[in-house]
């Protein structure tokens, strides 16, 4: 999940599609990710009881798993904590009290397309609408992104309102998944951040590295390396199952280059609501050179009540996982509300 506060964004100027030809490694991934539910069922070995249900859940929010992340789901095995993140479930259908399209309702605090500027002394701007993955629990599932594209122009006014306000010091790139932006649209958009002299540091909240780490590639790291700004990349990993060797090798080029790694995750039902699953979790982002940041309670979205864990036991589940980690790895537990200045620690 790329930074929360994005949901009413409109987006920025959209890239043109490429031929394949000219294509990066990721971007291929990209184009030929699954976007067919039977298929996803077929590839993973599930049967014919799983279709009609992902058959609905996929007419609501479309179905969207890369081959890398694919690779790491156990086939036969509906109650995959990675699979269970990605398939579509009737379950989607059902109408919870207090689950709504726009859980967040952070449409006022945008004050140009693209841009929310809602905590003091960070703005965040809409690099990509696009995701590499669906997240069936995301907050945005409903964004009716269709009717929302700004253009580069628009882009540019979310940059003079960064310019003349000499309070804000840290730029965060937000969608979507800003990654998903091809680079040649980044480095130009880090060019113009790194020209604003109060601006110290660059934000980035991605899932793309998890998903497809090809997409650390060298010419990511060119222009992440040579921006002048501190670099900080928020990755958004629920399940210790999600970091394989290559997710590590991605994290490892991301270091070298000097970015400071860090971690939020959703608290998931049937994902991640246990001890164990937590801990195993932070053990295994310290082991690819990422912190634990926050572990978020759900948003109340439409369409994701299936995924909820109760505050009461959110909080039992953090006081044991305080009980077996240190505290470097221990993850703050929080919740978003509209209109709150901060997080809310629960
Ligand atoms: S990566 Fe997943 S959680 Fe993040 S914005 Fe995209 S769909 Fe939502």
Not at 317 to 337: D, H, N, Q, T, Y
Request: contains cysteine; proline residues 8%.
């Amino acid at each position: 999940m790329i930074t929360r506060s994005s949901a009413l964004l409109q987006r920025p100027g959209r890239e043109e599609a490429q031929p394949l030809s000219i294509q990066s490694r990721w971007q291929t991934q990209l184009a030929r990710a699954i976007r067919d539910p039977r298929e996803l069922c077929r590839r993973l070995g599930l049967d014919e009881a799983w279709w009609v249900g992902a058959e609905r859940g996929h007419a609501l929010f479309e179905v969207r798993v890369p081959e890398a992340y694919l690779a790491r789901i156990r086939p036969g095995d509906p109650s995959d904590p990675l699979l269970r993140q990605v398939l579509p479930l009737a379950e989607e259908e059902l109408v919870a009290p207090g689950y709504v399209a726009d859980p967040l309702a952070e449409a006022e605090h945008a004050p140009a397309p693209g841009l929310i500027h809602k905590y003091a002394g960070r703005v965040l701007l809409i690099a990509s609408p696009a995701c590499a993955v669906n997240c069936r629990y995301c907050f945005r599932r409903h964004f009716p992104y269709e009717e929302n594209a700004p253009s580069r122009a628009q882009w540019e006014a979310s940059l003079e309102h960064l310019r003349e306000d000499a309070s804000i010091h840290e730029a965060i790139l937000s969608g979507g998944d800003p990654l998903a932006a091809s680079d040649r649209q980044l480095a130009w958009l880090v060019e113009r951040l790194d020209a604003v002299p109060h601006l110290r540091r660059l934000r980035i909240h991605t899932r793309l590295p998890v998903v497809i780490p090809e997409r650390i590639d060298d010419a990511l790291l060119g222009w992440l390396s040579a921006s002048r700004l501190q670099k900080v990349m928020v990755l958004h990993i629920n399940h210790a199952h999600e970091i394989d060797e290559a997710v590590i090798a991605a994290c490892r080029r991301l270091k070298d280059a000097g970015v400071t790694l860090l971690n939020q995750s959703v608290l998931l039902r049937e994902v991640n609501d246990s001890v164990e699953a937590l801990a195993a979790l932070s053990e295994r982002l310290f082991e690819a050179g990422i912190l634990p940041y926050y572990l978020h309670v759900l948003d109340p979205v439409a369409g994701a009540a299936h995924f909820d864990v109760p505050d009461d036991e959110a909080r039992e589940l953090v006081a044991g996982l305080r009980e077996v980690l240190p505290g470097f790895l221990m993850p703050r537990l929080v919740r978003e509300i509209p209109g709150e200045a901060s997080k809310t620690p629960l």
